[in-house]
């Protein structure tokens, strides 16, 4: 019912950096809290980041505090990562997602209550 598309995934050097895009087709977009989650080869998709509906609370796994950002822009219906001094172990396919009807600044950060799932963007990061 949702789509949702990732862009700007590509290789990068590690400690570079790169910025992933997540359009929403929804044109309510504001109501919806989103996620950043990742998937390397021979792994469980793991979770990255959240945002609420509003952008006003966020949350990150320990991995990527300090270096990765997310943020949106809901008057464009989309969600971004910022990932600044990437690491070889960052590397992985990006999945964004999206689940409606959260409080304000309720976060997200499991994979069974989102309800909507794009298809993934690749980071590599090389050494």
């Known amino acids: 019912q949702v789509q949702l598309v990732e862009s700007g995934g590509g290789l990068v050097q590690a400690g570079g950096s790169l910025r992933l895009s997540c359009a929403a087709s929804t044109r309510t977009f504001s109501t919806y809290a989103a996620g950043w989650f990742r998937q390397a080869p021979g792994k469980e998709r793991e979770f990255v980041a959240a945002i609420s509906r509003n952008g006003g609370s966020t949350y990150y796994t320990d991995s990527v505090k300090g270096r990765f950002t997310i943020s949106r822009d809901n008057a464009k219906n989309t969600v971004y990562l910022q990932m600044n001094s990437l690491k070889p172990e960052d590397t992985a396919v990006y999945y964004c997602?999206?689940?409606?009807?959260?409080?304000?600044?309720?976060?997200?950060?499991?994979?069974?209550?989102?309800?909507?799932w794009g298809q993934g963007t690749q980071v590599t990061v090389s050494s």
């Open positions: 997602a999206a689940d409606p009807d959260r409080p304000y600044f309720a976060v997200v950060i499991t994979i069974r209550e989102y309800d909507y």
